[in-house]
């Protein structure tokens, strides 16, 4: 870890003055943090997974922002939108946001209803290339009836639109009009490289492919951060993290590698925390190659896997592979759903029904080819690539060769336009960390208007019975009720397996243990920073 100064009583880092130096402010210290993914924009709509939880938390507002939990909290709303306070409609196609006053950017303009009707237009824009458009493209109209109310008006009662407009479960926090409207598109324009935004830290400098520095924003309606400083260092390999941990190049991370996880702990004054958040590490099935078109073939292949002996090699324990599903479908998870277990000898059975019959090689065959498929999957970390080999493995065993792809985690997530081999398809078997909502709402992962290049469902799943059970949970208020009709989508999902849930993501923070105020936050591990 980094080394602060000698002195003790530098060591109190950002806490306020220390007892042996009453009447001085503490040092400007800026937190460096080692950050996987390149960032190719700033601006909140062309972010997601990893890069949108930390830019986003960081140098943006939201309406609301959810607790792990489930249950949100206002952030520029006043309050959560309910059937209750009137917030939501009777008819449940109406919701009412009344915002904050006074909450203003970072260049002294104010917030306002315009700021938030402008930037779900922006979300529904077909001239924004942007990774998806759900939930903003569930949305009829946005109306501002004054400067301080949102009336959002949604083409079919909703459920889960309040838990996923304009938080960040959805890639997306509130733009400034006034900087903004002028551009018919957003997708090259300056604020991308340098924005300005409402949320506690500025950006100060962006140097591509290097770092960002965010620095407090004094004038944060929530009250000013407490940490003077922080940069995001870009670092794609999680062995030179650990090795710049170490020599005090880099003050901690947020998502560490967790098969790093027994070193992280032989750091000296490092505080390692390790928790479950919504997401998964997934196989996904490209349901438009042959033979994946298959649900038997994906079955076979499924049962081929052992998820429990593939997470306790890669993660030598730190992650394991139960809850696996827990980890896409949130609070709303049926342990007894009907993933595929592994089994050998089922999926040995089920690839000789297929006609794939092993040949003296081993290899299996079937009109004159071998069984020989794709898997494409992100070497942004060690724990990536060695999953990769022991599935190699353990498809080999079954008389299947599996083809290694690896990609920078940049490209491996880019867009169509931008040549993403999920986005396009180019791949038949991908190994996928999903960063999920807290809210149960699988929409942007198995609806069919979802699919691939439109969408995040990479695996091209569509089923008119599983979208039908999403529109029944969108129009099913009651958190009870709600979990009754998800449970069922995943049994119908889980049946077909279009992906196989391999195990529950994990948060591995490695910060000072002189760090005071910072709790774990698996979901948003940028959330709590103001606080630190």
Same mark, same amino acid.
């Given at each position: 870890?980094?080394?602060?100064?000698?002195v003790?009583?530098?060591? +109190?880092?950002?806490?306020?003055?220390?007892?042996?130096?009453?009447?001085?402010?503490?040092?400007?210290?800026?937190?460096r943090?080692?950050?996987?993914?390149?960032?190719?924009?700033?601006?909140?709509?062309?972010?997601?997974?990893?890069?949108?939880?930390?830019?986003?938390?960081?140098?943006?507002?939201?309406?609301?922002?959810?607790? /792990?939990?489930?249950?949100? &909290?206002?952030?520029?709303?006043?309050?959560? /939108?309910?059937?209750?306070?009137?917030?939501?409609?009777?008819?449940?196609?109406?919701?009412?946001?009344?915002?904050?006053?006074?909450?203003?950017?970072?260049?002294?303009?104010?917030l306002?209803?315009?700021?938030?009707?402008?930037?779900?237009?922006?979300?529904?824009?077909? #001239?924004?290339?942007?990774?998806?458009?759900?939930?903003?493209?569930?949305i009829? #109209?946005?109306?501002?009836?004054?400067?301080?109310?949102?009336?959002?008006?949604?083409?079919?009662?909703?459920?889960?639109?309040?838990?996923l407009l304009?938080?960040?479960?959805?890639?997306?926090?509130?733009?400034?009009?006034?900087?903004?409207?002028?551009?018919?598109?957003?997708?090259?324009?300056?604020?991308?490289?340098?924005?300005?935004?409402?949320?506690?830290?500025?950006?100060?400098?962006?140097?591509?492919?290097?770092?960002?520095?965010?620095?407090?924003?004094?004038?944060?309606?929530?009250?000013?951060?407490?940490?003077?400083?922080?940069?995001?260092?870009?670092?794609?390999?999680?062995?030179?993290?650990?090795?710049?941990?170490?020599?005090?190049?880099?003050?901690?991370?947020?998502?560490?590698?967790?098969?790093?996880?027994?070193?992280?702990?032989?750091?000296?004054? =490092?505080? &390692?925390?390790? &928790? /479950?958040y919504?997401?998964?590490?997934t196989?996904?099935?490209?349901?438009e190659?042959?033979?994946?078109?298959?649900?038997?073939?994906?079955? *076979?292949?499924?049962?081929?896997?052992?998820?429990?002996?593939?997470?306790?090699?890669? @993660?030598?324990?730190?992650?394991?592979?139960?809850? +696996?599903?827990?980890?896409?479908?949130?609070?709303?998870?049926?342990?007894? *759903?009907?993933?595929?277990?592994?089994d050998?000898?089922? +999926?040995?059975?089920?690839?000789?029904?297929?006609?794939?019959? #092993?040949?003296?090689?081993?290899?299996?065959?079937?009109?004159?080819?071998?069984?020989?498929?794709?898997?494409?999957?992100?070497?942004?970390?060690?724990?990536?690539?060695?999953?990769?080999?022991?599935?190699?493995?353990?498809?080999? #065993?079954?008389?299947?060769?599996?083809?290694l792809?690896? @990609?920078?985690?940049?490209?491996? @997530?880019?867009? +169509?336009?931008?040549?993403?081999?999920?986005?396009?398809?180019?791949?038949d078997?991908?190994?996928? *960390?999903?960063?999920?909502? &807290?809210?149960?709402?699988?929409?942007?992962?198995?609806?069919?208007?979802?699919?691939?290049?439109?969408?995040?469902n990479?695996?091209? @799943?569509?089923?008119?019975? *599983?979208?039908?059970?999403?529109?029944?949970?969108?129009?099913?208020?009651?958190?009870?009720?709600?979990?009754?009709?998800?449970?069922?989508?995943?049994?119908?999902?889980?049946?077909?397996?279009?992906?196989? /849930?391999?195990?529950?993501?994990?948060?591995?923070?490695?910060?000072p243990? =002189?760090?005071?105020?910072?709790?774990?936050?698996?979901?948003?591990?940028?959330?709590?920073?103001?606080?630190?």
């Amino acid at each position: 870890m980094r080394r602060l100064a000698v002195v003790p009583c530098a060591l +109190a880092f950002v806490l306020a003055a220390s007892a042996c130096a009453p009447h001085r402010a503490p040092p400007e210290r800026t937190l460096r943090l080692a950050f996987a993914e390149r960032l190719n924009s700033l601006d909140p709509i062309y972010l997601s997974g990893a890069n949108g939880s930390a830019i986003d938390a960081l140098a943006f507002s939201f309406l609301l922002r959810p607790r /792990p939990d489930g249950t949100l &909290v206002p952030d520029i709303a006043l309050a959560e /939108p309910t059937l209750v306070n009137g917030g939501i409609a009777r008819d449940g196609r109406t919701i009412t946001y009344h915002l904050r006053r006074g909450v203003r950017w970072q260049d002294g303009a104010p917030l306002t209803s315009a700021d938030v009707a402008f930037t779900i237009r922006a979300l529904q824009s077909p #001239r924004n290339t942007i990774g998806s458009r759900d939930p903003y493209d569930r949305i009829e #109209r946005v109306e501002t009836p004054d400067v301080a109310t949102v009336r959002v008006r949604v083409r079919t009662p909703d459920a889960a639109i309040v838990g996923l407009l304009l938080t960040p479960d959805t890639n997306a926090a509130i733009l400034p009009s006034h900087l903004l409207a002028r551009y018919a598109s957003l997708d090259r324009v300056p604020f991308a490289s340098m924005p300005v935004g409402s949320g506690p830290y500025r950006v100060t400098r962006w140097t591509r492919g290097a770092s960002v520095r965010f620095e407090a924003d004094r004038d944060y309606f929530a009250g000013t951060p407490h940490l003077p400083a922080l940069e995001l260092r870009y670092v794609p390999d999680t062995t030179t993290t650990l090795v710049q941990l170490r020599t005090g190049e880099l003050d901690g991370v947020l998502g560490a590698d967790p098969a790093l996880f027994a070193r992280y702990r032989e750091l000296p004054d =490092a505080r &390692v925390t390790n &928790v /479950p958040y919504t997401g998964a590490t997934t196989l996904v099935f490209n349901m438009e190659r042959a033979p994946l078109v298959s649900r038997t073939m994906r079955r *076979a292949l499924a049962m081929a896997v052992d998820a429990a002996t593939l997470a306790r090699q890669t @993660y030598r324990g730190a992650v394991p592979a139960s809850d +696996a599903s827990r980890g896409l479908f949130s609070y709303a998870d049926d342990p007894a *759903a009907p993933w595929p277990r592994f089994d050998a000898a089922a +999926a040995s059975r089920a690839l000789d029904k297929l006609g794939w019959t #092993r040949a003296s090689s081993g290899v299996r065959r079937k009109d004159g080819r071998d069984l020989e498929l794709r898997m494409a999957f992100s070497n942004a970390s060690a724990a990536m690539g060695t999953a990769a080999v022991l599935l190699q493995e353990q498809f080999a #065993r079954a008389g299947i060769r599996l083809a290694l792809q690896p @990609y920078l985690a940049t490209q491996f @997530y880019a867009t +169509a336009a931008d040549g993403g081999p999920l986005a396009r398809g180019r791949f038949d078997i991908a190994l996928v *960390a999903y960063s999920a909502d &807290v809210d149960p709402d699988e929409t942007w992962l198995v609806a069919c208007r979802e699919r691939a290049p439109s969408g995040f469902n990479w695996a091209r @799943y569509c089923n008119a019975e *599983a979208d039908a059970l999403l529109r029944d949970a969108s129009r099913t208020f009651g958190r009870l009720r709600r979990i009754a009709v998800v449970r069922r989508l995943e049994r119908t999902v889980a049946t077909d397996v279009p992906f196989l /849930p391999l195990w529950q993501s994990r948060e591995i923070d490695v910060v000072p243990r =002189a760090l005071a105020g910072f709790e774990p936050n698996g979901a948003l591990p940028y959330a709590g920073a103001p606080r630190w």
